[in-house]
Nanobody, 125 residues
């Protein structure tokens, strides 16, 4: 059974930084891409960042490029999201996600079969 557990959310002022962590179990971590999504109140869940199992390639939604960095530690089954220069519009519940197969660059929510419980990120203006 796949289990994903996020941590690291909180309240931060605009311009500040947070680092989210996600621990994975029950998944062949080194052969799975991992992703971060977010969902703000009244909005659909949106892709934020992904990291492929293939060469650790990273990819981002345009609104976070240059501010967020996704990384992974295969030895620890961990994936991270470093968020810098945070803006109020980054406020959302952030979810860690894992696909059910070794797809290279999953991006759509339907590409992912397992989700964490989410961690709240609130950015004050």
């Amino acid at each position: 059974q796949v289990r994903l557990v996020e941590s690291g959310g909180g309240l931060v002022e605009a311009g500040g930084s947070l680092r989210l962590s996600c621990g994975a179990s029950g998944v062949p971590f080194s052969s799975r891409a991992m992703g971060w999504f977010r969902q703000a109140p009244g909005k659909e869940r949106e892709f934020v960042a992904g990291i492929s199992w293939y060469r650790g390639s990273t990819y981002y939604t345009d609104s976070v490029k240059g501010r967020f960095t996704i990384s992974r530690d295969n030895a620890k089954n961990m994936v991270y999201l470093q968020m810098n220069s945070l803006k109020p519009e980054d406020t959302a519940v952030y979810y860690c996600a894992a696909p059910g197969s070794s797809v290279y660059y999953p991006r759509s929510p339907t590409d992912f079969g397992s989700w964490g419980q989410g961690t709240q990120v609130t950015v004050s203006s």
